[in-house]
């Protein structure tokens, strides 16, 4: 049996459902992967710090983050800086599910390039840090022999990057095009089903699938993140988000979306990547899609992305893009990638 | 650089594409994971067999296929049989592709278990033996320590097993349902464009989708095969094919694919799988979905899986079925597994 022994950085939605699905699965997990999870570390902008060698208690750190604070929770030492938490507690491995900033990527980048620094290995779902700085963190984490992993900051833990990255390299990936946001996703939907723009926007907004500015997500710029990423990482190219070409959802009219219809056709916020010579284009715009085509039938939240290869033509996944124990399960699978052994 | 010498049994379609491949893709093989693959023995029923330590031709192995016989490519040994080449030539893999027979698994499980057993590592393509004897051959590989890829017996080179068995791993499948028989599709497909059964199977063997005795096809026997093997590996069960309850499209008549169209269903022919408490039930037979299910949008000859899991909700993987470069690339795929370094 192995024992990883984890340091929680920001503590909300991701990281709650992490240590939920840690403590339920604890017995299966050991039986079938030789692996027990016990976090020693939590530091959460709002909750708090708190440290304890020995292991959190886990229903403890749920119900104290209910209450709006750790203090309940029974701890070694309290206050501590993610970098002392990290140079004193020296977890087997940071799980980074802080607060996605796509502009700096901070203070995430922070935190995983002190961790990797000290040999320690990350998991994290923040899109920021591998949108902006993807080929110096794996740079960084060879140069310690740390590995870092982040399968959940592209549709939460369905095995986007696992897929693209590992299971379809030598297929020779030529283009590659996604459903990517579940917000944008949820509003086509509803508007097709006949609501306007802004009654389709409310109701994402009250389903908690919308934020209050609802910028990022109807601009496109969540959606562009994640082709930056899909970009380096499955076509090995070095873009920038200003290199995606981007259009969000804000043009269409309940009337574009009734006509598209009307022609067996179906407008989806697509995000794509092509081969172009040996240059990669990017983009996030609206496409009237053919009912027929995979990508059209993938409705409300759901992600789906189409990998068009060389030898094996189209590969369509469709999963969830986002939630609580969906993303807290790609933190889990990335640190059985990680810590545990190979099961097939 | 690694050297992988490879022993090739059955050359026909699948072992073809896949040395198609092999001979196409040789230097970016090389270059991205140090591996560099040679064919040291050709084995097959109709075309003869040969064997060179030094590596055959693979373009020689590949005009000498489409002139019926292997005679004309130089080699160093003629007429071995697969035991000896095994005993004499120590491949490092037998690429094993031999026709399928679901009824004994032979002479591809022989050869499986010969190989095993010197402890030389098997990849194959070849649905029988591994729906009869997966559990046993996975336990002979374990005791001589080698390994067994068998990725391409469900839906070609589209990594169904690897996303099921390995990336899902944790997320807890509890239901499995699939469209797993391109031939069927196809049939059904061209009747819901208007078709009767007879013109549309007709059609499907014109294009080489369906043999001239159909039956495996469209009595469900080569979806109830895969059915087993994805009960066996993502469930842990140990059916056999009775234990699948088994009913084809043949009962389908046209009145019934426009009665469910009109409906706004598609029928088609879904192999499922299910946790019944200690129990797997596992089944084969015509749905009428909805067409907003994901399975009910793959047409033609496209296969697809739909994955329920208790944490990550639905996942689906929709890909090709059949072919000879898509099932060439699933032994490659294991190959790269068994022999090539991680690279994620």
Redesign the interface.
Known sequence: MKNVRLMVVGFGNVGQGFTQ?IRD?AES?AE??GIRFSVIGVNDMRLGSIYDPNGLPLQGLLDAAATGSLESVPAAERGWSVETMLARGKPDALVEASFTDLQTGEPASTYIRLALKAGINVVTTNKGPIALNYHELKALAQEHQACIGFEGVVM????TL??G????????IQKVQGILNGTTNFILSQMEAGGSYTEALAEAQKLGYAEADPTGDVEGFDAAGKVVILSNLVMGADLRLADVARQGITQLAAEDIQAAKAEGKRWKLIGAIEQDGSHVKASVKPIALP??H?L????GATNAVTFTTR??????????GA?R??T??AL??DL??VHGEQ??
């Open positions: 699905i699965d997990l079938r992967f939460s833990g369905t095995p696992a897929l990255v590992n299971l379809l390299a030598a297929a020779g009912v027929k995979p059209a039938n993938v409705g030898l094996l033509g189209d590969v369509t996944l469709i999963g969830s939630g124990l969906e807290g399960y889990l699978n059985l990638a099961n097939f």
